[in-house]
């Protein structure tokens, strides 16, 4: 975890070897480090993400390191997601108003700079797989959404959620329960976003 003076500004999967203060201060631009005073308490919360104790990071961020405005809106967009809910790329692409733009959304998150934080784990394919998470960290995708109550299953490439396990919101706001709606099954992810739990 990286800070700057404005928030967290960087979210690294690293080995253990490769957690060293200049490292962090050379990959997040200079004026991020990792400072163990400023740290010690977002490990402890990110430790109680992980073992399912905490549900929300509040973390102030830093948003600078976005490589344009475009990735700005998406990840402010990703960020709003809640806890236990999963939307898709081309649902992001609506709601940052750019309906067409599912595959920059898609590059945009590929290079968040701050996973779990501002949760990417949380956007999956149209169709329900888990696509495209930290390279090729898909069981760190199916994983996290584990951790917060979305089922998915062994699918044709890897992994996708289970849409007879999760409740349905159309993006315009009307709400679903479980499947049981004619026809919801065969919709597009990208209509909704669904929820691991009817909280």
């Not at 997040?28 to 005073?37: F, K, S």
């Amino acid at each position: 975890i990286g800070v700057s003076e404005h928030g967290v500004s960087m979210v690294e999967y690293v080995r253990p070897a490769e957690r060293t203060g200049g490292g962090v201060a050379r990959r997040a631009g200079g004026e991020a480090v990792e400072d163990p005073r400023r740290t010690e308490g977002l490990y402890r919360e990110l430790a109680d993400y992980l073992d399912g104790r905490r549900t929300r990071l509040d973390w102030p961020l830093d948003l600078r390191r976005t490589r344009s405005d475009f990735q700005r809106r998406v990840l402010e967009a990703t960020a709003r997601l809640p806890y236990g809910a999963v939307t898709s790329y081309a649902g992001i692409a609506r709601e940052i108003g750019a309906p067409r733009a599912t595959r920059a959304v898609a590059q945009a998150l590929r290079h968040n700079p701050l996973p779990i934080v501002v949760p990417c784990h949380r956007v999956i394919g149209s169709n329900g797989d888990l696509t495209g998470y930290a390279g090729t960290r898909i069981g760190l995708k199916r994983d996290l959404l584990a951790v917060e109550g979305v089922h998915t299953m062994p699918g044709h490439g890897d992994f996708h959620i289970e849409r007879r396990a999760v409740y349905y919101k159309y993006l315009d706001g009307s709400e679903y329960c479980l499947p049981t709606c004619g026809g919801i099954l065969e919709k597009p992810l990208g209509d909704f976003t669904v929820f691991g739990s009817r909280d």
